[in-house]
């Protein structure tokens, strides 16, 4: 096992009485953190995408929540404060079940803890940020196995520290494989609309020292018929019962070139990812941004006749994909089997 060095990138910063969010709309150019007192804030910056990717999200929420405890109790009325909070929380994006998986079990703290509930709920906020920073660790380390002796990966949106409690889980696998001398070329999509991999991968992976070559998105197909990537790495949002994946929208399509070309596809996502309630990925909301995303200012106007669609997520049938790591173990062939294995 080789060592993880000092990370340089840390989306969420938790002060003890507050939580600082690296601004994610303003990298690369500026480096901001703003910090939040309250629940709604929390929740405000994850709509606004401030803060983002799946795992990011889920240790915000967890946060908001430790800072909606802080705020109400002992008020009378603390527990039906804390519960709007929460339920402002979950409303905030709908696809990443990350956010849903952690308030389920800060909901359930508080039911357990009455009457000593903040320092129950910040032990299980801080356990829950640390827990990730591991299990990414880990999987970092699985990847790498499982990528051998690859030497050019493609990567899709940004997996990284920026969306996790650090060092990230497709940036993971990939800063795990680039330690071992392994990896010789590192591309990544830009990722359109919200340009994730162009402003944030290739930031984060700068900051680390780690060469990457951007490309548009369109360009992708391309990449993989003149043979330039062995395997494409992507994180997850949300991982159904038979190995169906949410993720950033593109992968999809990724996924079916990879298939026409020969190209593997490793998806990995933290345990927290999974959601063994839905048997496939078609039970799986896929979030529908603002179109002013897309759409050029001069189309804004009421009266224009220009509109645009903008799902940010897609759907990637488990059969496309080659493999599912996480913490605890991995699935070959997901398409095969399903991950049920993986569950606890
Ligand atoms: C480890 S992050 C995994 C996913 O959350 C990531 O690939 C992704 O799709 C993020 O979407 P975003 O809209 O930026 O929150």
Same mark, same amino acid.
């Given at each position: ?29 500026? @480096? ?45 009325? %603390? ?5 709007? =909070? ?14 849903? %998986? ?42 790498? =196995? @499982? ?74 197909? %391309? ?6 990537? =062995? %395997? @494409?790495?992507?994180?997850? =949002? ?45 039970? @799986? ?60």
């Amino acid at each position: 096992m080789s060592t993880t060095p000092q990370l340089s990138v840390q989306a969420l910063l938790w002060t003890g009485h507050s939580l600082k969010v690296l601004d994610q709309r303003l990298l690369p150019e500026h @480096i901001h953190y703003d910090e939040y007192q309250d629940g709604p804030g929390v929740a405000a910056a994850i709509r606004a995408m401030q803060v983002r990717g799946a795992p990011a999200i889920g240790i915000a929420a967890a946060y908001g929540v430790v800072l909606s405890v802080q705020q109400h109790f002992p008020a009378a009325d %603390w527990q039906s404060r804390v519960a709007a =909070d929460i339920a402002t929380l979950a409303a905030s994006r709908p696809t990443a079940v990350n956010l849903f %998986w952690a308030l389920d079990q800060l909901r359930q703290l508080l039911a357990e803890n009455p009457v000593e509930p903040l320092s129950a709920v910040t032990e299980l906020a801080i356990n829950i940020h640390q827990e990730d920073l591991l299990a990414n660790q880990a999987m970092g380390e699985r990847g790498a =196995d @499982i990528l051998g002796d690859a030497k050019a990966v493609l990567t899709h949106c940004n997996a990284g520290a920026l969306a996790t409690g650090g060092y990230g889980t497709a940036l993971g696998v990939i800063r795990s494989a680039y330690q071992r001398g392994k990896l010789e070329s590192i591309y990544a999509d830009e990722t359109r609309p919200w340009l994730q991999g162009a402003r944030l991968t290739a930031w984060e992976l700068a900051q680390d020292g780690i060469p990457v070559t951007l490309l548009a998105d369109s360009a992708a197909a %391309w990449l993989m018929k003149t043979g330039q990537i =062995d %395997w @494409i790495i992507v994180g997850a =949002d949300r991982i159904a019962a038979n190995g169906d994946v949410a993720n950033k929208i593109g992968t999809y399509s990724l996924a079916v070139l990879a298939k026409y070309h020969g190209v593997k596809l490793m998806v990995a996502a933290p345990s927290s990812t999974f959601d063994f309630s839905l048997a496939d990925g078609s039970g @799986i909301e896929i979030e529908q941004r603002d179109s002013q995303e897309l759409l050029h200012k001069i189309y804004l106007d009421e009266h224009s006749r220009v509109t645009a669609w903008n799902p940010v997520f897609d759907v990637t049938p488990a059969a496309l994909i080659t493999a599912i790591v996480t913490e605890r173990g991995s699935v070959i062939n997901p398409g095969l089997h399903g991950v049920k294995s993986l569950a606890l």
